[in-house]
T-cell receptor
Framework: ETGVTQTPRHLVMGMTNKKSLKCEQH?????MYWYKQSAKKPLELMFV???????ENNSVPSRFSPECPNSSHLFLHLHTLQPEDSALYLC???????????FGPGTRLTVL | AQSVSQHNHHVILSEAASLELGCNYS??????LFWYVQYPGQHLQLLLK??????LVKGIKGFEAEFIKSKFSFNLRKPSVQWSDTAEYFC????????????FGQGTTLQVKP
């Protein structure tokens, strides 16, 4: 399935690096999301964008900075991360907020 | 607080056995309920969903779930599992008028032995 794509699929970075995760949806949806999936923990919603405006920031540290330049693209800018930020970062999209969300394959992030 | 609880963290079954995975939620107001599945090496995909109407919903691959409002539950069932059902299963809830704040349970790993 190629509805929601994410790049890169794997990323290793040091604590002083700056990197960005990219998500693109080809489904014509108007809402996009970032989630964090850590081992043995529920998926955690990080950010919600609806019509390119951020409508939810789920108490995420400022070292994570989202950007939604248009309805098809979503970025997560990373800087000065900590080892505990290592996780699978998932992007999702939906048409309107409460409907089914379609997920991308995720970016496996390792912070050294 | 809004939350989703999945009772079984790891389930091991033999092929043809019946499956029931528990899901209870805590959420005020009208809800939309989902079960997502993540097969090994694949991304999360929707198994089934409940928005309104018949509380017994049928999804893909022979799965079904029943919404019991009085018990705040949305248990997933399948009468006869296959080896290919080996995956991680997530229950999730959001408010029907919400901005998309999907709350997930911690997931249940299902291992089906051939």
């Amino acid at each position: 399935e190629t509805g929601v794509t994410q790049t890169p699929r794997h990323l290793v970075m040091g604590m002083t690096n700056k990197k960005s995760l990219k998500c693109e949806q080809h489904l014509g949806h108007n809402a996009m999301y970032w989630y964090k999936q850590s081992a043995k923990k529920p998926l955690e919603l990080m950010f919600v964008y609806s019509l390119e405006e951020r409508v939810e920031n789920n108490s995420v540290p400022s070292r994570f900075s989202p950007e939604c330049p248009n309805s098809s693209h979503l970025f997560l800018h990373l800087h000065t991360l900590q080892p505990e930020d290592s996780a699978l970062y998932l992007c999702a999209s939906s048409q309107d907020g409460a409907t089914q969300q379609f997920f991308g394959p995720g970016t496996r992030l390792t912070v050294l | 607080a809004q939350s989703v609880s999945q009772h079984n963290h790891h389930v091991i079954l033999s092929e043809a056995a019946s499956l029931e995975l528990g899901c209870n939620y805590s959420y005020g107001g009208t809800v939309n309920l989902f079960w997502y599945v993540q097969y090994p090496g694949q991304h999360l995909q929707l198994l089934l969903k409940y928005f309104s109407g018949d509380p017994l919903v049928k999804g893909i691959k022979g799965f079904e779930a029943e919404f019991i409002k009085s018990k705040f539950s949305f248990n997933l069932r399948k009468p006869s599992v296959q080896w290919s059902d080996t995956a991680e299963y997530f229950c999730a809830v959001t408010g029907s008028g919400n901005t998309g704040k999907l709350i997930f349970g911690q997931g249940t790993t299902l291992q089906v032995k051939p």
